[in-house]
């Protein structure tokens, strides 16, 4: 299993911004963990610009957005997330998002807005969709 | 016009298209700047140097050619500087609503957040918001429907010259006459309007804007006030405000300094007696010039749930989020506004999920950039359009 920063390798490859922005759409199209159906608005992810829900649900996560590129980050955390190793789970904070240097590639509004995913699936795995604050 | 916009000249790749939150600048504001810095750096109304009397100078020049702009007498006791529009409109509703128990607020339905939060601070029970037509201007019968209703000691209308999501333009004359009619204090935010159309602003007990949508620095605003109000005490006594002090007692100045405690942005004021020359040489032909580009942003827009009257149009995004298609348009270095546009109520009003998109314009702004802007937005569309 890859870990997580080798999932942004590829955006700092992109010489042109618009194919960075395309790819990262594409991967919403794409992801596994994209998922179309209906949203509680309870499961909207807090601290979010863009509309962002998410689930867990037998042990896997799932989630859907508005924005397209959103979307694109979100199939692509949760993706990577549903696949990870025990270890790569538990190694897994924000400090592993700081430590890639995303800001070229993502303003600072996006970068919050993947932390803050983060911090939603790190809470659900713990306490599961019941407990969700949101609720 | 456009050639007195150096940042025009330093990045000719861009397209600026968010002249509604602020507008590029004046050359001259821009020497001013460096020059006071360089040059004149030091205070007003202390200091018996030459230096001090240039700076006093140009503080006191900057008040008359606003007067002159504007065409007010007595700008020494109606010009406010401050802040910024944010700080003169709160100032103006401290002083309106101070030492009132029994008040009502009536605030257009097209309020700016800073127009209305100052209110809410005050307890939301005095507030009522005026309707807005389907065209996107107040509905003054709602208005007058609302004072008649409302028994309150105090009224006060508090409204906007010129939407900042609508781009259009409320009756200021009709609202001054049914502010007579009722007696009540009228506070108008004029930041969209200020230097974009002729509106008579006299006779009004407090209207602010901003110089930085006014091609000139940020950081610093006016409040205009009625005379009236020079009898009440400043909203944040201080240095400036003040003619003597003794240990019991102190007495304030007779004119608008009353409202300036402290150190004013005087690298900013300085700046003004400059650009005020060029806006009063120039208005005609920026109005002329912000009225083409109005006609053409409205043939052009799809979507747009107000026809625009001035300076900016509003759309709501066919496909996707404002925040996505604001960034692609970012990659083609158009720059414009997405989101609730400081304006949430309203923008949550005609597009519920999706927020709206912005394009604003200034006096350096062509034809050419608000079709190529448009262009893009079609191109975005289809862009996104494959991934959601």
Known sequence: ?135 | MRNRFPFFELNPDIIYLDSAATSQTLDTVIQDTNDFLLNHKANAHRSGHSMGAWVDEQYHSAKAKIGEWLGINDADKRIVFNSGATQGLYDAIQLATRDQDDFSVFVGGDFHHSLALPFHSTGYNHCHYIKITDSGVLDLSHLEELLRNDASKVKIIAITAVGNVTGTINDLEKIRSISKQFNAITIIDACQSMGKIHHNYDDFDFVAWSWHKVYGPQGLGCLMIDPRWLDSSPVRPGGGSITSVSYETQTYVDNAQKFESGTPNLQAIVTLPRLLDWLIIHQEQIISHDQELTKLANSLCKNNPYTSETGLITMIPEVGTVEDIALLLDVNKIMLRGGNLCAEPLVRNVSANSGLLRISWGAYTTAEEIEIAFKKIGETYERISRFI
């Open chain 1, 1 to 135: 299993m890859k870990e997580f920063q080798d999932l942004f390798e590829d955006l700092f490859v992109f010489e042109d911004p618009m194919d960075k922005y395309e790819f990262i759409m594409e991967q919403g199209s794409l992801a596994k963990s994209v998922s179309d159906i209906n949203f509680e608005e309870f499961e909207l992810v807090p601290g979010c610009t863009s509309r962002l829900w998410l689930r867990y649900t037998d042990k896997q996560f799932i989630c859907q957005a508005d924005s397209a590129i959103v979307k694109g980050l979100g199939g692509m955390i949760c993706d990577w997330y549903n696949q990870a190793t025990t270890s790569q789970r538990q190694e897994f904070t924000i400090e592993t998002l700081n430590n890639i240097g995303l800001a070229p590639i993502l303003s600072m509004g996006r970068q919050n807005g993947v932390a803050n995913l983060i911090k939603r699936i790190k809470y659900l795995e713990y306490w599961g969709n019941k407990n969700s604050p949101n609720k």
